[in-house]
């Protein structure tokens, strides 16, 4: 089977759907099961994955990779391919492309909170989102919690959309306390992330704790523009919050390894990889009570209003100077953890490509979805 994957978002700095699909193409690479296949990497520049080019071919596809690169340079370059599957792990897919497509769709923020997003923005990705779930032959979710949403926001057949939990990558330097009371956050900085409610909690802690400090990594995405700088000036907490806008993976692990707690209060998530993966590092995270946090976590983590600052700066302390209740989330991480592995996940996505390959072989192609 010949499977074509549109692989932009391993391109420039990979996050969160960069390095999903980076660990899939991992594990394919070392997966027997995928031996068979041969993929196909579409990208507007080289695509940051060490795998054989041999079996994973690069196919550059020059453009700036945004709509017009994914609905009209894509499927062009794709056409004299011969694919017989198409994957798109994020969110859309080209609408003329007669190959079966497999969409990965992480979650469905920009239907829930059309407020979040630049107008323009949110129209485009609610339009294609729709369009590409409504053709897609299956759909791929992380969780219960995006299932439900994409059921019932985008009405599409519950026997199309199936749910592949990512696996969670240890980081390779473990939490050794050796930081002092340093907290994390990791992840872009959306609007549901709650990047000033956290900076008023930490100012709060930090009248009675003043030796706390806090590493933000990640892009400033926030929908109207959020000057963090300027927030943290003016919770007087220069000197004590640290920014990176990146952190490639060895610098990730190295904060991982230097918090002691982990803090991540958003609101709307269909997954969050960051929190669990702090918990692999043996740092025990503050999240917002989600209902897909608590179906992620479970017992690991403490939960949060993140519009509480009293409770978020509280939580902080707990999970900062708090030994028992450290022992207590950090015993509970493994069960957490077990349910995210990246060789099932590989294999379980894999599953759901052969699965569609079978049926297009014999389903007649005017009965194909879309």
């Given amino acids: 089977m010949r499977i074509g994957i549109d692989a932009r978002e391993l391109t420039g700095h990979p996050t969160g759907v960069g390095r999903y699909l980076g660990a899939l193409l991992r594990e394919w690479a070392a997966d027997e099961c995928a031996r ?7 990208a507007p520049d080289v695509p940051d994955v060490d795998v054989d080019p041999r079996r994973f071919l690069r196919r550059h596809v020059p453009g700036s990779a945004g709509t017009y690169w994914e609905q009209v340079s894509l499927p062009r370059a794709a056409r004299g391919d ?34 979040w997003f630049r107008l323009r923005e949110g129209m485009r990705r609610r339009f294609l989102t729709r369009k590409a779930a409504a053709r897609a032959a299956a759909i791929i979710t992380d969780s219960a919690f995006s299932r439900g949403e994409v059921l019932e926001r985008l009405g599409v057949p519950s026997d199309r959309v199936v749910v592949v939990r990512p696996g969670i990558d240890a980081p390779r330097a473990r939490a050794d306390g050796r930081g002092g009371p340093r907290l994390l956050y990791a992840g872009s900085i959306f609007n549901r992330r709650h990047l000033p409610e956290l900076l008023r909690a930490l100012a709060r802690l930090a009248r009675t704790r003043p030796e706390v400090s806090l590493d933000i990594v990640g892009a400033n995405r926030t929908h109207p523009h959020e000057p963090i700088a300027a927030m943290i000036a003016q919770g007087g907490l220069e000197g004590r919050v640290r920014l990176w806008e990146y952190a490639h993976d060895a610098h990730l692990h190295e904060l991982y390894g230097r918090a002691r707690a982990f803090v991540f209060l958003s609101e709307y998530e269909g997954f969050g990889m960051t929190p669990l993966e702090a918990l692999a590092a043996g740092v025990p ?73 079978r049926t297009a072989i014999r389903q007649p192609k005017d009965q194909t979805p879309g």
């Fill in 82 to 115: 011969r694919l017989d599957v198409l994957f798109a792990p994020a969110y859309t897919a080209p609408l003329r492309l007669d190959v079966p497509t497999v969409v990965t769709i992480h979650d469905l923020s920009y239907e829930a909170h059309p407020e």
């Fill in 36 to 42: 068979p296949h041969e993929f196909v990497l579409y």
């Fill in 285 to 357: 995270p503050v999240v917002g009570d989600t209902p897909v946090a608590r179906e992620t976590c479970g017992e690991a983590a403490l939960f949060v209003r993140w519009d509480d600052a009293r409770g978020v700066a509280a939580a902080l302390e707990t999970a900062l100077y708090d030994e028992a209740a450290r022992a207590r989330l950090l015993a509970a991480a493994p069960a957490a953890l077990r349910q995210f592995d990246w060789r099932r996940a590989a294999r379980e996505t894999l599953d759901v490509l052969e699965s569609v390959r």
